[in-house]
């Protein structure tokens, strides 16, 4: 088997407008609405037709991108302390519904022998996550910092486990891509300090 280039670009963004208020002379509360978008060209061997049985693997070249519906970030901060703080953040789960082209070589113009340019879709997800805060200033001139911080990618409904990406001549579906990511929940941990 002769070495071939493979190549994906991949970007996701989002517009954000939130604000905050003090609830309590100790609690704050946060709302942001979060418009997200997206780009992704790749040029790989995919899984051409796996939903429908499959017809094995092929070269595939997919230009796809969008802009996904609104959703919410919510905040709370909380002063437990004069020298500590808490805070929690909870981002909603949202979806992109990606359209472009498609191009695979299982699919080609009987004329020309070319590959056939399909209309397409596909979805992005962008995961539930959750993160809580904590920070103390421990001196008058040093704050310490902690972050935890979970995103749900392997969840069923809203994770990136598979992308099914399905390809339509004059909107007859000719070709389903499934593109196995396999991604999977996610945790970090951070820890900051910061000296006057």
């Known amino acids: 088997v002769a070495l071939q280039n493979l190549d994906v670009t991949f970007f996701v963004g989002e517009f954000s407008a939130g604000f905050s208020f003090m609830a309590h002379e100790k609690v704050w509360l946060g709302l942001a609405l979060r418009l997200p978008f997206s780009k992704q060209v790749a040029d790989l061997w995919q899984n051409v037709g ?30 437990a302390h004069e020298k500590l703080d808490i805070g929690l953040m909870y981002r909603m789960a949202g979806k992109i519904k990606l359209t472009g082209t498609t191009e695979t ?33 421990i001196t008058a001139k040093t704050l310490l910092a902690f972050d935890f911080r979970m995103q749900f990618h392997g969840a069923d409904k809203s994770g990136n486990k598979n992308q099914t990406v399905v390809a339509k001549n004059d909107g007859v579906v000719l070709s389903t891509i499934v593109v196995p990511f396999g991604w999977e929940n996610t945790w970090s941990v951070k820890l900051g300090v910061e000296h006057r």
């Not at 020309?112 to 879709?121: A, H, Q, V």
Request: charged share 15%.
């Open 50 to 79: 796996a939903a429908l049985g499959g017809f094995g693997y092929s070269r595939v070249k997919n230009d796809l991108g969008g802009v996904g519906h609104p959703t919410f970030r919510f905040g709370f901060q909380f002063k």
């Open 105 to 137: 070589g299982i699919l080609t113009d009987p004329d020309t022998g070319n590959p056939l340019r399909l209309d397409s879709e596909a979805d992005w997800f962008l995961p539930h996550a959750f993160a809580i805060g904590i920070s103390s200033q």
